[in-house]
């Protein structure tokens, strides 16, 4: 019995605290039927006057959520465009009408569920004590719907009345609250085409970064080869067709020539050993991620300490995950002033997750250089995600997660 009291305690006041929803809710339909009538002479402002409903709606889904033991998600998406565009945006989505039909339930039942949880709890003692004094009540009282007019009413009535309301106290009320919570949840949770829409052009916008950041790839791979491998091996060309020329005339000159020639056709090599590297870094091939990653430390101008799991994912995992590490890394040396830097690499499930942290200044900006950037779309290309944590004065955390399989 106390814990079905506590229950329904804790319930009441989870309906008196939805109150801080359902009131707003309830006031907000009567300026939100005015915008409905003078829509098409609002619609510029319509995404502000949407804003107190959206951060309603939020403080509802967080509220809900932490009775239910789950989060609810925001279906809200960025608008873009003109405040006419996000006006006429706002109208055509399902998300702004499944927020009024919640403001309108939830005003109206909230209010209502809240009223009777209260109501409950002083009706008891009420109800209880009426025989002993109903004969001093005016003429007509009533319990549980019925006169008392005579001591066997008066002895009987207002006990099934407690043991009414006692019911409703400890079995409705507490579902009451969990209802509620549900009918917030289903009211303003993203539907399964919102989700759909949302997925598609999240994909949409990774693969033309990807494509973007491929011709990017491509258009640097190019100017490598014809500024550097190209022109060594044309210059290497002229050279032993001039030492050609010139072998039966001057040997020595002609040797010295071929010296030359031979010293640009290494010297290509070894650019074109490096173009290769920028496409597939062959250290991953012979040592995996976990050796790649460290040779990547131990050449590195600032101590790195690593804590990278053995085993082997997807080639363009390791390759996504070895690039977002010598950049990070690169990025640390140049930008943050760091002493000291940390990489954590492992498998999570189907999720390959990767840390690389420093003590430098922080204050890392994605939008500043080209560094961060380029991490975002080379991980988006892989349906990855991309976190960046970089307070003021407390160094910089970016954490990775590259899908690799189960």
Request: proline content about 6%; charged content about 20%; hydrophobic content about 50%.
């Amino acid at each position: 019995m106390t814990k079905a009291l506590r229950r329904s305690a804790g319930a009441t006041w989870t309906l008196v605290a939805a109150l801080r929803t359902a009131g707003p809710a309830l006031a907000g339909l009567m300026p939100l039927a005015f915008c409905a009538v003078l829509l098409l002479v609002a619609l510029p402002w319509l995404p502000e006057a949407v804003r107190p409903l959206r951060a309603l709606a939020d403080a509802e889904r967080r509220r809900a959520g932490r009775l239910l033991g789950r989060e609810i998600p925001s279906p809200y998406r960025r608008l873009e465009g003109s405040s006419l565009r996000q006006g006429v945006t706002l109208v055509r989505s399902p998300v702004l009408w499944r927020d009024v039909g919640w403001m309108a339930a939830h005003g109206l039942l909230g209010l209502v569920a809240a009223v009777l949880a209260v109501a409950l709890w002083p009706a008891i003692p009420f109800s209880a004590s009426l025989p002993l004094w109903w004969w001093a009540a005016p003429e007509g009282s009533q319990s549980a719907f019925v006169t008392l007019d005579s001591w066997p009413k008066a002895l009987t009535l207002p006990f099934l009345q407690v043991a009414l309301d006692g019911f409703l106290l400890l079995w409705l009320v507490p579902r009451l609250a969990h209802w509620q919570a549900r009918l917030s949840e289903l009211l303003l949770r993203p539907t399964r085409r919102t989700s759909l829409t949302e997925r598609v052009e999240v994909l949409t916008e990774t693969r033309a970064e990807a494509l973007e950041a491929h011709g990017a790839e491509l258009r640097r791979i190019e100017r490598d080869l014809h500024d550097g491998t190209q022109a060594q091996l044309v210059a290497a060309a002229l050279r032993l067709g001039l030492a050609d020329r010139r072998f039966d005339t001057d040997p020595a000159a002609s040797r010295a020539l071929f010296l030359e020639a031979r010293e640009g056709v290494e010297e290509a090599l070894t650019q074109l050993r490096t173009v290769i590297r920028g496409i597939y870094p062959p250290i991953l091939s012979d040592r995996g991620l976990a050796g790649a990653l460290r040779a990547l430390a131990a050449g590195h101008q600032i101590p790195v300490e690593m804590d990278v799991a053995e085993g082997r994912v997807p080639a363009a995992v390791e390759a996504a995950a070895y690039f977002v590490v010598a950049e990070a890394l690169t990025n640390i040396a140049k930008h943050s002033g760091a002493g000291h830097a940390w990489v954590t690499v492992g498998r999570h499930g189907p999720v390959l997750r990767l840390v690389v942290r420093d003590d430098g200044k922080g204050g890392a900006d994605p939008g500043r250089g080209s560094g961060l950037a380029g991490i975002r779309r080379r991980v988006a290309a892989l349906d990855g995600s991309t976190r960046i944590d970089s307070p003021d004065g407390q160094g910089t955390t970016l954490e990775v997660d590259l899908p690799c399989g189960s």
